[in-house]
């Protein structure tokens, strides 16, 4: 009787197990593309490369020459789907071919690790074959800090007799004054503000951590809030917090064409960011004395040392400021 031979399966077979793993794990979507980008990628370049079409037999020498490849290749240069550049059209973009940062590389490294780790789960491997490739180390650069004279000219340049700017405007405060990352901010429901205990309820649904939880607001930004949402219900029917001027949810990518258009037209010489919004809240929490545990939850981080890794630069310059304070020799009775 002939020897059956066993099936090898292929990248693309052990990749779709391993999404339908992560659906059923109720990882974000976010998350989830994320995955999936590395590792189409990754099993491209085993393709073409070295003519390897299985995860099951790559070494740890091939995973670091992969590495290697991504850190020297230029950005968008090297897609997993050809015909999306015919779309996308990623050579109009600013930084195209531009170096890629180690933070993407050790991106791309964690994803795949992750992968690996699955494989072993299921006794593809009996230990992870990558446990000896290591993150490289870069070099941290201070979070940018925006000034409060560029913030006013923001706020000031806006046109608030307009329904989109106004909009904007109340967006723009909402930022500072809570911390929340701009795509839960766009999909708020009026609901979930809670005007009179001056808290915002951000569900499960629209937060990155995948957690429920609070975030609070000024007496101000209160004050703010009752008007926008009167306004808005006089001339649009939506569940929303804050729409379009058709009255649809109000997508990230058009606000942040939005700001930029802004920083132009208050003539300031660099572009403000939504993220960087929300690490001046993080940043001036801290330096006004906050304590980093209730950031960390304010901020909607999986762990207080991810906002220490985060913020570590400020948290310095708070032990720099309070070892001023408390230097025994500055203090010492002459």
Known sequence: MAKLTKKVRNFDEYIED?????????????????????????????????????????????????????????????????????????????????????????????????????LVDCKVFKVHPFDVVKPFKHSRKPKSEIKDVDFNKIIKCLDLTRFSEYRDYIIIQLLLDTGMRIGETLNLKTENVLVDKKAIFIPVEICKGRKDRYVFFSTTMQIMLRRWIDYKERYFDTEY??????????????????????????????????????????????????????????????????????????????????????????????
Not at 245 to 252: I, M, P, Y
Not at 289 to 316: C, M, P
Request: glycine content about 4%; charged content about 20%.
């Open 18 to 118: 391993f999404m339908i793993n992560c659906v059923n794990k109720d990882l974000s979507p976010k998350t989830m593309k994320s995955y999936e980008s590395s590792l189409k990628l990754f099993s491209k370049y085993l393709e073409e490369e070295h003519n390897i079409f299985t995860p099951t037999v790559v070494t740890a020498k091939i995973f670091k020459e992969y590495l290697e490849f991504t850190k020297t290749k230029g950005k968008y240069s090297y897609v997993a789907n050809g015909n999306s550049t015919v779309c996308n059209n990623p050579t109009a973009r600013n930084d195209f071919g531009k170096q890629v940062s180690m933070w993407t590389v050790n991106n791309y490294l964690r994803n795949i690790k992750v992968f690996y780790s699955y």
């Open 241 to 334: 917090l804050v729409v379009t001027t058709r009255g649809s949810n109000f997508a990230v990518s058009n606000f942040e064409k939005n700001l930029k258009s802004y920083c132009v037209r208050a003539k300031i010489d660099e572009n403000i960011t939504c993220h960087q919004i929300r690490n001046i809240f993080a940043m001036r929490f801290l330096l006004s004395g906050g304590d980093i545990f209730i950031l960390s939850k304010i901020l909607g981080h999986s762990s207080v040392t991810v906002t220490e890794q985060a913020y570590l630069d400020v948290t310095n310059e708070d032990i720099q400021k309070s070892y001023y304070k408390y230097s025994p020799l500055e203090n010492m009775k002459k």
